[in-house]
C-alpha cells in the first residue's frame, strides 16, 4: 500500500474537525469527540505548534488517518495515531508507526526515545509496537476511561534512539525487587 503523510496546515481545520467528529476512535478517551471540543483542541494548539505536529495519512486520494505528535521540545516525544475505521487491519497502523518513528528521529536529534500508550485491549496497535521495535515499558491499572464509566488497563511501549540505529531491543530489567531493602505497606 502506498501511503504519504502530509503536514497538517492550521487551514484544514475544518477537514479535521469533520475527520475526528466522522468516525469512532474505541481505543481513545474521547471515543465520539464532539465539534465543539474538536475546535477547542485546535484553538488550543494541540494539531500545530511549537510542542505539537500533526500529519495526514493518506492512502491513494483518500485520508486513511491522522498522526499527532506532542511535547516536541523534549527529549521523549509521545503521540496520538488515529487510523479511520475502513482502514483498520491493513498495515497501516504499523507503517504509520514506522514512518513516525524516522520522523522523530531524523527530524529532531535531541530525541533520545519515542514513548506511545495504547488500551491494553488494543492488540493490534500493541502488535504494532512489537513490530517497530517499541518495548513495553509500564502497565498502568485501571488506568484508561472508558464509556459509561468503564476503565481499562493502559500499557505503555517506547523506543530508544541507540535501539532504532542499531536494529536492537533492550529489554527493561523487570524483576528487580531485590533492589529494594524495605517494603512498606500501607495500613
Known sequence: MDLTFRRFAPSEADALVDFLTG???????????????????????RYDGEENRAFWIVAGDGTAGLIRLM???DDTPLFDLRVRSRWRGTGIGG?????????????FPRVRRIEGTTRQDNAAMRR??????????AHYRDAWPGTGGSVHDAVGYAV???DWESGGVTVPEWDDEHMITERVRPE
Open 23 to 45: 468516525d469512532t476512535w474505541p481505543f481513545h478517551a474521547s471515543a465520539a469527540p464532539e465539534v465543539d471540543e474538536v475546535r477547542r483542541w485546535i484553538s488550543e494548539g
Open 71 to 73: 511535547d516536541l521540545a
Open 95 to 107: 507503517a504509520a508507526l514506522t514512518w513516525l518513528t524516522r520522523y522523530l528521529f531524523e527530524e
Open 128 to 137: 504494532a509496537f512489537r513490530r517497530c521495535g517499541y518495548v513495553k515499558e
Open 160 to 162: 530508544l534512539r541507540r
